[in-house]
């Protein structure tokens, strides 16, 4: 079967940092996405992996070790608006599967 | 524009209503998606077309009917729905997979309610 696993929920402290982590085993893989979603509004891209090792993009960072089935996304300086789910995706020969998500609680 | 549009917000149909759900975007992909995401639930995907042909469809009931116009739009009908279908409809578009699916647009979803 196909199956992504990340943390229901987390909490974190305004202007710390949190990792994410997700651990995924899928028939195949093209790609490891991370998407950002307030309540009640549409998912947002954050990042793309495919090869093993660190993308940074600002406050954002994810890493992804294709042998271990392994990554995950980290947010520094954390402020109260990051406070949303935030998605793994995994392209499987093409067929995108999705986590659950994780609920990221940020408090003042 | 990287942007993808929905209409309407929100929609309220009774069980024997027939509407329909449009989406547009204008970044020239040439794949699009629709999803069904309940209250604290990832995304469920519906059907995606490629290059303006249906190229997959979840199993999904034939109450909802896509149709793909042309590579700018994408619309799904809706007639004969059941309460547990309301939810958050998400459209969605990426760059034609011709390899990995690559990173999706999502327009801002339509907020449905069956009653």
């Known amino acids: 079967g196909q199956n992504i696993d990340q943390p229901t929920e987390m909490t974190a402290t305004e202007g710390a940092i949190v990792q994410i982590n997700c651990t995924y085993q899928?028939?195949?893989?093209?790609?490891l996405f991370w998407y950002q979603q307030h309540a009640g509004e549409a998912p947002t891209f954050l990042s793309y992996n495919v090869l093993d090792g660190l993308e940074e993009k600002g406050r954002f960072s994810s890493f992804l070790s294709r042998s271990k089935g392994y990554s995950y996304l980290l947010l520094k300086e954390l402020q109260m608006k990051d406070s949303a789910s935030y998605l793994c995706v995994v392209d499987s020969n093409y067929q995108l599967i999705w986590g659950a998500g994780t609920k990221l609680i940020i408090k003042p | 524009d990287t942007e993808v549009t929905q209409t309407p917000k929100h929609l309220v149909m009774g069980m024997t209503n027939k509407k329909s759900l449009k989406c547009e975007q204008h970044m020239g992909h040439r794949a699009m998606y629709w999803y069904k995401q309940k209250a604290k639930k990832p995304p469920e995907l519906m059907f995606v077309?490629?290059?303006?042909?249906?190229?997959i469809n979840e199993s999904v009931p034939s109450r909802f009917s896509p149709e793909c116009p042309n590579s700018s739009l994408l619309n799904l009908h809706l007639h004969a729905l059941q309460p547990e279908d309301s939810a958050l409809y998400l459209c969605?578009?990426?760059?034609?997979?011709?390899?990995?699916?690559?990173?999706?647009?999502f327009g801002p979803g339509t907020r449905l309610t069956v009653t």
């Open positions: 077309y490629s290059y303006e042909k249906l190229s």
């Open positions: 899928t028939s195949g893989f093209n790609g």
């Open positions: 969605a578009s990426s760059q034609a997979p011709t390899g990995a699916v690559g990173e999706q647009y």
